[in-house]
């Protein structure tokens, strides 16, 4: 078996007492984060963001703190990292010489990507320059002691590649991909370089993607035949697991659970689910989590459920009904 599917063979061992996801909240302690049950924890590494720290800088959990939360490395614990969206947030925004809201387009970084329709403001993720933001992050995350990394946003490659309100600071445009197999093609190669940067620090480091289901799929477009699938098997060589939000949504439809079945868990990586509570306001929660539960072990996925989209708290590890997803190794 291949490092890789080793390393996803123990994050299955973990999974088996479920998982959980916090993005600061209350109660985000590494003292309270440590006494919580779940095999693997899903965190944001700052206690504090630079916005609202009294220093203008973001805090950092400590290595004791990581080591308090992670149980001296024997329970996963996964930094979050956002790959494709720019966080006004974080330390490498608040370095900006210029206020990107009043700056002339050619004063901004290289980096600056297009805004959407929602406010989002995106990174042109393909450019050396912020593949450097990115991989000065997974150093400042991993030197905490993190055991890994969740990548979120994998998919706003195709939000570039096909949404067509996307708007761009004139005069500020890099070369970008062409077309949609291009653009997939940069966000895999994006998350090999993160992969391989976080286990120069820790070799058996865990890289979990959120999203980008049909990700192989599209860039096989832009390398068909052999190659193409060398590409994504390169890919998938580099992540021990995907992440499939709102499972359960109506809107998820058979198609996306099939091409995660054949193309990931089928392969050995672990599918892990994520539905939201709020999302199902007129269901017993009780109900709906036993009911999530039993559809995705039989899809062969790792389900949580969290109370709402703010992920502020930590909802209780969900135990599979019928033990462990059915992978083939």
């Not at 590649?161 to 949609?180: I, Y």
């Not at 193309?263 to 509570?277: E, I, K, M, N, P």
Request: with cysteine.
């Amino acid at each position: 078996m291949s490092s890789a599917r080793l390393r996803s063979a123990r994050l299955a061992s973990a999974l088996q007492k479920g998982f959980g996801v916090q993005y600061w909240g209350a109660t985000y302690s590494a003292e309270t984060l440590s006494q919580q049950p779940h095999g693997l924890l899903i965190l944001e590494v700052t206690k504090i963001g630079a916005t609202y720290s009294e220093t203008g800088r973001e805090v950092f959990f400590s290595p004791e703190e990581i080591a308090k939360i992670n149980r001296d490395g024997t329970r996963p614990t996964l930094g979050y990292l956002n790959v494709s969206e720019i966080e006004t947030y974080r330390d490498y925004w608040i370095d900006l010489v210029t206020e990107p809201d009043t700056a002339s387009p050619d004063d901004l970084p290289e980096w600056y990507g297009p805004t959407s329709s929602s406010g989002e403001h995106l990174a042109a993720y393909w450019t050396k320059a912020w593949q450097g933001i990115v991989l000065a992050r997974v150093d400042r995350l991993m030197q905490t002691g993190i055991d890994g990394l969740f990548l979120d946003d994998v998919l706003h490659y195709y939000t570039q590649a096909l949404d067509g309100t996307l708007r761009w600071p004139t005069g500020n445009r890099p070369e970008s991909p062409e077309d949609a197999p291009e653009f997939a093609l940069e966000m895999m190669r994006l998350v090999e370089l993160i992969a391989a940067r976080a286990r120069e620090w820790k070799c058996d480091a865990y890289i979990v993607v959120n999203n980008g289901v049909f990700i192989g799929r599209d860039a096989a477009g832009a390398e068909p035949g052999p190659e193409g699938k060398a590409g994504f098997s390169s890919y998938l060589n580099a992540i021990e697991a995907i992440m499939l939000e709102n499972f359960s949504a109506a809107t998820t439809n058979a198609g996306t659970i099939e091409a995660l079945q054949q193309d990931f868990r089928d392969q050995g990586v672990a599918v892990l689910s994520l539905d939201v509570l709020t999302q199902f306001p007129d269901q017993d929660p009780e109900k709906l989590r036993q009911t999530i539960a039993k559809k995705a072990a039989q899809s062969g996925f790792y389900p949580y459920i969290a109370a709402d989209e703010a992920f502020n708290q930590v909802a209780p590890p969900i135990q599979l009904p019928s033990g462990r997803p059915a992978v083939t190794e």
